[in-house]
């Protein structure tokens, strides 16, 4: 949903396409009605906001190393103005998480936004023109990059149409595989350092 570069502390936006915000408050108050245990995370320019602490958010916060933001979602959307960039859902029981992808397909498929399902068990939902392979093809116009030139790394679903738009797709090791199956090289998981490991060991061989 943004796409922006780091100059020392510095981060300033190139490009964003954020969610209609009537529509993310609707989406949000839905699911929350609906999948009363669903994992929900809404990210503004500032904060991952979350309105449930459960064991998905405490796994999801140790693997990110960010904080939560604790809200009312009815309150956050009442009291605030901020931009919503993406609303993600996590839930590990395999049978209801087919159930929420099946529900948000059918009420919300006609809506100008993103469905698309990350790693197992998520599902996020971003505005129809914030997808990776967008965000990929607006750098290499914007600092006049060849195809060719370029690397992608990914390990989740919503990866593959930017592991398409690279030259050279490099996919993570604990990946599934249907995203392997979009790799010109496989490296180690996430774990393991997979990127660092690419780096170092590949990539300047290329």
Same mark, same amino acid.
């Given at each position: 949903?943004?796409? $922006? *570069?780091?100059?020392? /502390?510095?981060? /300033? #936006?190139?490009? !964003?396409?954020?969610?209609?915000?009537?529509? &993310?408050?609707?989406?949000?108050?839905?699911?929350?009605?609906?999948?009363?245990?669903?994992?929900?995370?809404?990210?503004?320019?500032?904060?991952?906001?979350?309105?449930?602490?459960?064991?998905? #958010?405490?796994?999801?916060?140790?693997?990110?190393?960010?904080?939560?933001?604790?809200?009312?979602?009815?309150?956050? $959307?009442?009291?605030?103005? *901020?931009?919503?960039?993406?609303?993600? $859902?996590?839930?590990?029981?395999?049978?209801? $998480? !087919?159930?929420?992808?099946?529900?948000?397909?059918?009420?919300?498929?006609?809506?100008? #936004?993103?469905?698309?399902?990350?790693?197992?068990?998520?599902?996020?939902?971003?505005?129809?023109? &914030? *997808?990776?392979?967008?965000?990929?093809?607006?750098?290499?116009?914007?600092?006049?990059?060849?195809?060719?030139?370029?690397?992608?790394?990914?390990?989740?679903?919503?990866?593959?149409?930017?592991?398409?738009?690279?030259?050279?797709?490099?996919?993570?090791?604990?990946?599934?595989?249907?995203?392997?199956?979009?790799?010109?090289?496989? /490296? !180690?998981?996430?774990?393991?350092?997979?990127?660092?490991?690419?780096?170092?060991?590949? #990539?300047?061989?290329?």
């Amino acid at each position: 949903a943004m796409v $922006f *570069k780091k100059e020392n /502390t510095k981060f /300033t #936006i190139l490009n !964003k396409e954020i969610l209609n915000r009537e529509l &993310a408050r609707k989406l949000v108050l839905d699911i929350r009605s609906k999948f009363p245990k669903v994992g929900i995370s809404l990210y503004d320019d500032e904060n991952w906001n979350v309105d449930v602490i459960n064991k998905v #958010i405490e796994r999801e916060k140790k693997v990110v190393k960010v904080n939560y933001n604790l809200v009312s979602f009815n309150q956050y $959307f009442n009291e605030n103005l *901020k931009e919503v960039y993406k609303v993600s $859902f996590i839930e590990e029981d395999i049978e209801v $998480f !087919k159930k929420l992808v099946n529900y948000v397909e059918v009420n919300y498929s006609d809506e100008k #936004i993103t469905i698309q399902k990350s790693l197992s068990g998520y599902l996020e939902i971003t505005h129809v023109n &914030a *997808k990776k392979s967008l965000g990929i093809e607006y750098v290499m116009k914007l600092k006049e990059i060849d195809r060719e030139s370029t690397v992608a790394f990914g390990d989740g679903e919503n990866d593959i149409s930017m592991l398409q738009s690279a030259g050279y797709s490099i996919v993570m090791g604990n990946a599934s595989d249907k995203v392997k199956e979009h790799a010109d090289l496989i /490296t !180690k998981s996430n774990n393991e350092d997979g990127v660092a490991y690419a780096i170092k060991t590949i #990539i300047a061989k290329i």
